[in-house]
């Protein structure tokens, strides 16, 4: 089955990469709830970040934290949403592994615990070619 999160397999993965490190990824979510929405991936294709080795997790878990001083500094973000569906589930879309982070701001309420089930009300949009060029630009 396609992965869209393996680098081998979506080609068009490498345009949304932040950063990455040898074992890790940061990417922007290609469909996001709100601006500075960013994905940590592990490079290796894992159902469960309990399948990644010591040395492994090690740089997923720095990888986390330096996105979330990036997204603290380019977004003034107070707190930052990190959540993750780790492990099977009957209406997950990527059986890839990874964890999303969303910068909250003081003014702003966090979205829903779980932006992305469809009945949260919550809008996922999408990025376009030129946002995409535009943000990696700003969190440079
Ligand atoms: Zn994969």
């Given at each position: 089955?396609?992965?869209?999160?393996?680098?081998?397999?979506?080609?068009?993965?490498?345009?949304?990469?932040?950063?990455?490190?040898?074992?890790?990824?940061?990417?922007?979510?290609?469909?996001?709830?709100?601006?500075?929405?960013?994905?940590?991936?592990?490079?290796?294709?894992?159902?469960?970040?309990?399948?990644?080795?010591?040395?492994?997790?090690?740089?997923?878990?720095?990888?986390?934290?330096?996105?979330?001083?990036?997204?603290?500094?380019?977004?003034?973000?107070?707190?930052?949403?990190?959540y993750s569906k780790d492990g099977p589930s009957?209406?997950?879309?990527?059986?890839?592994?990874?964890?999303?982070?969303?910068?909250?701001?003081?003014?702003?309420?966090?979205?829903?615990?779980?932006?992305?089930?469809?009945?949260?009300?919550?809008?996922?949009?999408?990025?376009?070619?030129?946002?995409?060029?535009?943000?990696?630009?700003?969190?440079?």
């Open positions: 089955m396609f992965c869209p999160f393996c680098l081998n397999e979506n080609k068009n993965l490498e345009d949304l990469i932040l950063f990455s490190t040898e074992n890790t990824m940061c990417v922007l979510s290609l469909t996001y709830v709100k601006e500075g929405h960013l994905l940590i991936i592990p490079k290796k294709h894992v159902k469960t970040l309990r399948a990644l080795d010591k040395e492994e997790y090690d740089d997923f878990y720095n990888s986390i934290q330096k996105t979330m001083n990036i997204l603290n500094k380019k977004f003034d973000a107070q707190k930052i949403l990190l009957e209406n997950k879309t990527v059986e890839h592994s990874h964890i999303h982070l969303i910068p909250i701001r003081k003014d702003e309420s966090l979205p829903p615990v779980y932006p992305l089930d469809t009945n949260s009300g919550f809008e996922r949009k999408k990025l376009t070619k030129e946002k995409i060029i535009e943000l990696k630009k700003f969190l440079k």
